[in-house]
């Protein structure tokens, strides 16, 4: 089956710094990179998803890069604030397979 | 619309027990899934079902079972509860299109099996 990494852990960021969370796929069939954030007590959140015949999708100061050759994908956050503290989960699935492989997650904490 | 409802919050089971995590959607959607989070561990799937009467096994389903006899509805039965299955449960659901489309997710059930 499909087996995600996620880097870091953990990321500690100086409010309005740039975080970016990488993560690798196993599965070269695989064509879906959704992300999911998750605040605390809370269930995870899409918040932005990439398809495989796109190299890049961005939504307001979120972007999302995907390099099928070397089977990654990241996260990009610009001008970071409190407000995205949480833990961020990539995730990734097949044709045709409404599973998702989930990362482990990174906790982001944003400095004020 | 309320989207997807999980009860209860948090429970404490010996082992041994038995309990169902209940989970209900009032978006139509065809798709349902029950995943547990551990920490450092991600978000694992343990059944999920494309429809009414439809159920299959995920990553991790033993020790957990499923039915699904209506669109809304969605238990997720834990028989002679181990240590093991302390975790929070995370019920989602989408709606299918022919290709991936957004997981909605409840909030989670804590539990705790001492």
């Known amino acids: 089956g499909e087996n995600v990494e996620q880097h870091p852990s953990t990321l500690s960021v100086q409010e309005g710094d740039s975080a970016v969370i990488k993560c690798t796929y196993s599965?070269?069939?695989?064509?879906?990179f959704p992300w999911y954030k998750q605040e605390l007590g809370k269930g995870p959140q899409l918040i932005i998803d990439i398809r495989s015949n796109v190299g890049e999708k961005k939504d307001q100061r979120i972007a999302v890069t995907l390099n099928k050759t070397a089977k990654h994908f990241s996260l990009h956050i610009t001008e970071t604030q409190p407000e995205d503290s949480a833990v961020y989960f990539c995730a990734a699935s097949s044709p045709g397979d409404y599973k998702l492989s989930f990362g482990a997650g990174t906790t982001v904490t944003v400095r004020a | 619309n309320a989207g997807v409802t999980q009860t209860p919050k948090f429970r404490i089971l010996k082992i041994g027990q038995s309990m169902t995590l209940q989970c209900t959607q009032d978006m139509n959607h065809n798709y349902m899934y029950w995943y547990r989070q551990d920490p450092g561990m991600g978000l694992k799937l343990i059944y999920y079902s494309v429809g009414a009467g439809i159920t299959d096994k995920g990553e991790v389903p033993n020790g957990y079972n499923v039915s699904r006899s209506t669109t809304e509805d969605f238990p997720l039965r834990l028989e002679l509860a181990a240590p093991s299955q302390t975790s929070v449960y995370f019920c989602?659901?989408?709606?299918?299109?022919?290709?991936?489309?957004?997981?909605?997710f409840g909030s989670g059930t804590q539990l705790s099996v001492l």
């Open positions: 599965d070269s069939a695989s064509n879906y």
């Open positions: 989602a659901s989408s709606f299918s299109t022919g290709q991936n489309e957004k997981l909605f």
